[in-house]
Structure formats: C-alpha cells, structure tokens
C-alpha cells in the first residue's frame, strides 16, 4: 500500500516509520522542508515530496498530520487533490470541527492517544503506537469501505483502534488530557509566582509531589494553544466541573470534615488503580523499584543492560530528575515480586540505593 504522510512532525514521521516496517511504501510531504529533511534522514518517508499534489500520486491512503489550527484547511486541499481510491485520515486532537467540515465518505478521523514531551521528527519512533488507544470518529457519510481500510492499518501498527462520535472524543480528551495540561501549567505557575515567608517554593520545598503533577507543564505552546482554542468549549466544562469538586474540598475544610477526606481519597486511590489496571493488565504482580541514580552519562543503560543480561523484563520505568548534584529517583515497573527482589538484590550489589514496593496497595 502506497501511504502519503502530510506532515512529518514527530507524529507524522512516527507514522511513515511504523508503516515502513510493516512493508509499505510511504511519500511524505510538509511545508517546513527542514522537518521534512529530518524525516528523510531518519528513514520515516521513502520518497520526500515537492508538493501536495506530489506526495498524493498514487497514494492509497493519505495520513493528515498537520498541526490543528492548519487541520481543516489541510484536510479539505487533500481531498481537493486526490484521487477517489485515496482514503484519507487524519491524527488531530480535536476531531469536531475536522470531522464537519470534510463531509465525504473517504475521510474518517483519527487520534492516536500517545506522544511524549518531545517534538519534531528526529524524536519519531517506529513502536510509538504499540499499545496505545487510537481513536477513530466515523460520521454517518464515511464508507465503510474507508473505515476498513483505516481501522486495519491503524492496528497493523500496534495500537487499538476506537470507534468514538468525533464531539464524544473532545470531551474525552477534555477531560483526560487538555484539563491535565491546563492545571499543571496553573500549579507550576502559581508555586513560580509565590513568596511564602522569604521563601521561593520553587527552590525551597519543590518534591516530587510537584514534579509529578506538573511533568506535562509547559508543553510546546505552538500546539497547546491551538489545542485549547480548538477545544474551549469542552476545556470550560471540564474545568467547571473542576471548580464544583474544588469548592466541595474547601467545604470539608472549613468544616473539618474528617469523613469526607478520608471518602475523597478512598475513591481516588480505587480510580487510579481502575487507570493502571489498564495500562498494567499484570497489575496485581506489578512492582516498583525507586532506585537513587547520579546524574552522569550511561546510568541508565548501565541500569537496564544489567537487568536484561539476567533476562529480567523491565515493563515500563520513569525518571524523576532532581539535580545535576542530587541526582534523582528511577522507577523500574517489573513482573513479580521475586523478579523484583532479584533485580532490587543485582542493583544493590552495584551500589544503588533500591527500595522495593506494589505499585498499588
């Protein structure tokens, strides 16, 4: 199959690698020639394209990775350009207004639940969709013939298509993406902007707590803001939402209301395991090494290299950074409480401070 790639940012190129190795031929064409040269040299596009209608010659399905703001204008000038046998699918984070606006029976919408706080085509990966959700929004004039066509090479490239009506999947990602991002830029913003007896928050009491909820603040703004213009109306349900649960806390406060707090994370920590149960379908065997790491080149593979010779399967980790002197905490999610305690016993023979624990209680 002849794919063309309209866009080659990390996603795009993302998409022409996966593809590539799953034996097909993939054009990619974007109007930053920079990026698209990226993409070239990384191998995610056999053919770089000089134009629109270069890249779409002959092509079997077209993947619109453009950015959102340019979403709906790049979507209808591919449908303008190719032929009737082009499918065409897209990889926005918004689906309404794409969705709308190209009424034909060879588009049908597309997102791809995954990504990191990396951007730009040197940064793309082949394994990126493998085991991430990849939702689709059919409307009622997509043909099937289309939803087919795009459903399998979606799964072909390891991720799990689903069928989800395109307002559905705004407020979906509304609510488990955009209001995330949102309250993290505004927690990070407003510990930066305090002054709390001399003391910067920031500098002084910043642990891991704040790390944590804020990883995804800041992210790159060229995106963002197009993102949550695109989405308002369902960022602002969400964070009305938000307010009514925030008010609901500051009640139990003023009132002392010990019932109610121990209520309130009684219920968060059964949510969160339901989230990780399905992330980790091996949950209940799932631990947790925190392991102290210096920050100096080769920890990690020194770390991981170790584990693997002695055939221990890491199944995911995540680095908190402290400092360049303080270093900081590496999570190792692995199978098993003895695999574990063997890997926790390896590192420690090499010095590391290891602590081992379930990753739910």
Known sequence: MRIAIIGTGLIGASVGLAARREGHSVAGFDPDERALAVASERGAVDEAAASLERVLDAADLSVVAAPVAQLVHTVEAVLAASAESCSITDVGSTKARVCAAASSPRFVGGHPVCGSEAHGPAHARADLFEGASWFLTPSHQTSAATHRLVHGFVASLGATPVAVDPTVHDRLVALTSHLP??????????????????????????????????????????IWVDIFLENSGAVREALGEHRRRIEQLEQALDAGDAGFLARWIGEAGRNRGRMLAEAYPDLGI??????????????????????????????????????PERGGTLRLFISGEGEAERAARLLEEQGYGVEVAPVVE
């Open 286 to 323: 799932l631990q947790q090494l925190r392991v102290h790491v210096p920050d100096r080149p080769g920890v990690l593979a020194g770390i991981t290299q170790a584990l693997g010779a002695e055939r221990i399967n890491i199944k995911d980790f995540e680095l908190q950074h402290v400092s």
């Open 181 to 222: 991002h949102a309250l993290a830029n505004l927690l990070v913003n407003q510990a930066g902007a305090a002054r709390i007896d001399g003391h910067e928050p920031l500098a002084a009491a910043a642990g891991g707590s704040l790390r944590d909820m804020t990883r995804v603040a800041g992210s790159n703004p060229r």
